[in-house]
């Protein structure tokens, strides 16, 4: 994959265009406080600026696919993309991207906005390094919407400690419900080392366990047995996640977004929360708006 990325269908678009609308409002706001230096879009899981979708997801296909001699991609912008259109514009823009063809793939924004070409970093790192470093900067007079969307459970919690202490950032993040940590949270109880670690990462405790699982007392020909049994369904991992989220950020979305695959699975939570004290009010209405089913 060098150029356009295939990450998904209808579900794409669906978070695609509630983050678009939140950056709408979000800059008009900010164009009006003149307090304020600057303030960025950064996305810290930018893949290359545009997607492309199956064809099984384009609302629009043709009647009769196979009387098409090859298989037509269907391009959509991707978040970057839909940033650097997003007017009023932002101050700046941030892309971080990991993969160094998609990295390069990026550097084409600036030709493709030049008249925001100065005003766009595109690095080559890793997010949570990347976003860990910058959340320590003076953020005073700044103020920034942070769309973290990653292909899984990549982001750790220390990042998204990192981004509600800057005091300054709304997050928007794609909490991976169904493709991560439901995945890992096996029937018995029985999960490996490896698997503990990742999901301690992911939620900032262990304390995730004791959520989730139930233990019993049993009483058998063997006399005392233990059995676990899981009890944390898509709505307990949703609403333990908003709550940790409560944790550390002022203001939390109540109503975070499930996004389905088209066999209804749930694949990723849309969740949003907002670290400045000030601006959570107006900004949680935006977003629970935004956020409704
Ligand atoms: C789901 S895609 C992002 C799609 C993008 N938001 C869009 O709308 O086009 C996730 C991207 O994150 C990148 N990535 C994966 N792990 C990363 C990491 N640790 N740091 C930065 N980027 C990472 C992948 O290479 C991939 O391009």
Redesign the pocket.
């Known amino acids: 994959m060098t150029g356009q990325?295939d990450?998904?269908g209808d579900w794409?678009l669906e978070?695609?265009e509630r983050v678009r609308k939140y950056l709408v409002a979000y800059t008009k706001i900010m164009n009006n406080q003149s307090w304020i230096e600057s303030f960025a879009y950064i996305?810290?899981?930018?893949?290359?600026?545009?997607?492309s979708l199956k064809q099984d997801d384009n609302p629009n296909q043709p009647l009769f696919p196979e009387l098409i001699e090859e298989e037509p991609l269907h391009f959509v912008?991707?978040?970057?993309?839909?940033a650097l259109q997003v007017e009023p514009r932002f101050k700046k823009y941030i892309f971080?991207?990991?993969?160094p063809s998609?990295y390069q793939e990026l550097q084409k924004l600036r030709e493709q906005f030049p008249d925001r070409a100065s005003d766009i970093l595109i690095v080559n790192?890793?997010?949570?390094?990347?976003l860990q470093d910058l959340c320590e900067k003076n953020w005073k007079r700044r103020r920034a919407v942070l769309?973290l969307?990653?292909?899984g459970m990549?982001v750790t919690w220390d990042t998204i400690q990192a981004i509600a202490q800057t005091k300054a950032i709304d997050l928007w993040y794609?909490f991976p419900l169904g493709i991560g940590v439901s995945r890992l949270l096996k029937r018995d109880g029985n999960i490996n080392l490896a698997w503990r670690n990742r999901l301690d990462k992911v939620f900032g405790e262990p304390a995730w366990y004791d959520v989730f699982y139930k233990t019993y007392a049993e009483l058998n020909l063997l006399g005392e047995q233990q059995r676990i049994v899981k009890i944390g369904d898509f709505d307990t991992i949703s609403q333990y996640f908003v709550r940790r989220l409560k944790t550390i950020f002022p203001g939390v979305a109540d109503n975070p977004l499930p996004l389905f695959n088209s066999t209804n699975n749930p694949l990723f939570l849309l969740c949003f929360a907002s670290a400045n004290e000030r601006g959570a009010e107006t900004a949680i209405k935006i977003a629970q708006d935004i956020l409704k089913r």
């Open positions: 990325t990450f998904g794409t978070k695609l996305d810290a899981f930018a893949g290359t600026g545009y997607q912008d991707g978040s970057a993309r839909i971080v991207e990991k993969d998609r790192a890793d997010a949570n390094t990347y769309f969307d990653p292909f990549q794609l």
